[in-house]
């Protein structure tokens, strides 16, 4: 790994050179919110600081000198590797059988810009449910492959992040391309690949002196202790496992709603249900054609209908979903995948509507 520098005003150019060969994704303000969505480099809502507390965003602008003086919205960058709704097939049934294609689309690679370390560590776990299981999600590697990562080191982390506790964040240690972090007068540029640093041949980088490292290394420490909300993560899964009948379970399923934002927003969470969607003009008596598509479509372990199965529902009560949710992200998912299911980003601590919150949650279970 390598580490330059260009001059502020120079980071347009690596936008204008990424523009050649990739779709550009990264935050953008729309309607008071940032979100991830198409973008260019006019778009980076550069001095705007946004507030999070339980069941609470606020976004001011022009508040601050920096470019990157802001934390994460509700998107991640789930929605763009593993889609809300995806076809997985067409198909045609007429009266010479049934006909099914998988479309292929040849799209553009994306580059992802402004990735924080805990996005990068929740990619990390979709990694292991997507490509390291039993099949291999074809669909989501080739995004993932096709894609270029450009991460953010965090410098403003907003009140609901805690992945300091986690090991998740806030510095960005692997998996991008090209990591940026602000500092006075330049952004550092430290390449993660080879894809990284071709895109700063031809550029005008300069070495980066003793002083500036220790500027970026204070910056970074001047983070974690702005972070304040931490979660004790050292009896984990046992403090869950333990404690099935808590009545914090109940007095929880009394506040939540079962409205699925957690888990919406949750960079990790990947539950998702398939069905076939009909095209209302793809049927025809007359020929008995009949055409549509099956989809796979993002689900949620608190929707009443993702337990349902023959014979009855095996998670019926808010209290059930709730305590499934958490214990999956902080127990199950430790035997399952070697580490929590959280990676501390708080977006499920912010857009709950009731603000439930998910550190407080544990501890209450814990004492
Ligand atoms: S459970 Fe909450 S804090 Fe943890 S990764 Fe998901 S949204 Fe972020
Ligand atoms: S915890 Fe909050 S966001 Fe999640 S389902 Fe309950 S009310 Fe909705």
């Not at 994460?72 to 763009?80: A, M, V």
């Not at 450009?150 to 992040?161: D, F, M």
């Amino acid at each position: 790994m390598t580490i330059t520098k260009i001059k502020k005003d120079h980071l347009r150019l690596i936008f204008d050179r990424l523009k050649d060969s990739y779709k550009l994704v990264g935050p953008r303000v729309e309607n008071d919110v940032i979100v991830l969505t198409e973008m260019d480099f006019h778009d980076i809502p550069a001095g705007y600081k946004d507030l999070h507390g339980k069941g609470v965003y606020r976004l001011s602008g022009n508040k601050d000198s920096n470019t990157f003086s802001f934390s994460l919205g509700p998107d991640s960058f789930k929605r763009f590797l593993s889609p809300p709704v995806r076809e997985i097939f067409a198909f045609k049934k007429s009266k010479k059988g049934i006909s099914a294609n998988v479309s292929s689309k040849e799209e553009k690679p994306t580059a992802f810009i402004g990735m924080r370390a805990c996005d990068i560590s929740a990619l990390k776990l979709y990694d292991k449910v997507f490509l390291e299981g039993p099949v291999r999600d074809t669909g989501y590697d080739s995004l993932k492959r096709n894609s270029l990562i450009i991460a953010v080191n965090c410098l403003y982390p907003n009140g609901n992040c805690f992945c300091d506790s986690l090991g998740t964040g806030p510095e960005v240690r692997d998996g991008f391309d090209l990591a940026i972090t602000e500092i006075q007068d330049s952004f550092l540029l430290e390449t993660g690949s080879s894809k990284g640093s071709e895109i700063l041949n031809g550029l005008t980088i300069e070495e980066v002196s003793d002083k500036e490292m220790d500027e970026k290394n204070s910056r970074t420490e001047d983070c974690k202790k702005t972070i304040k909300r931490h979660i004790k993560v050292n009896d984990l899964p046992w403090v869950i496992y333990r404690n099935p009948e808590h009545p914090r379970w109940t007095d929880v399923a009394s506040r939540c709603l079962a409205c699925g934002n957690c888990t919406q927003v949750c960079p990790t969470c990947f539950c998702n249900s398939s069905y076939d969607r009909l095209e209302l003009s793809g049927i025809s008596k007359k020929s008995r054609e009949i055409s549509g598509n099956k989809v796979r479509a993002w689900d949620s372990c608190f929707s009443k209908n993702f337990a349902r199965v023959h014979g009855g529902n095996f998670r019926p009560s808010r209290r059930a979903r709730y305590r499934h949710w958490m214990t999956h992200k902080l127990a199950y998912w430790i035997e399952q995948f070697g580490s929590p299911g959280c990676v501390g980003c708080g977006r499920c601590i912010t857009w709950c509507p009731v603000g439930i919150d998910i550190t407080e949650e544990l501890e209450a279970i814990r004492k």
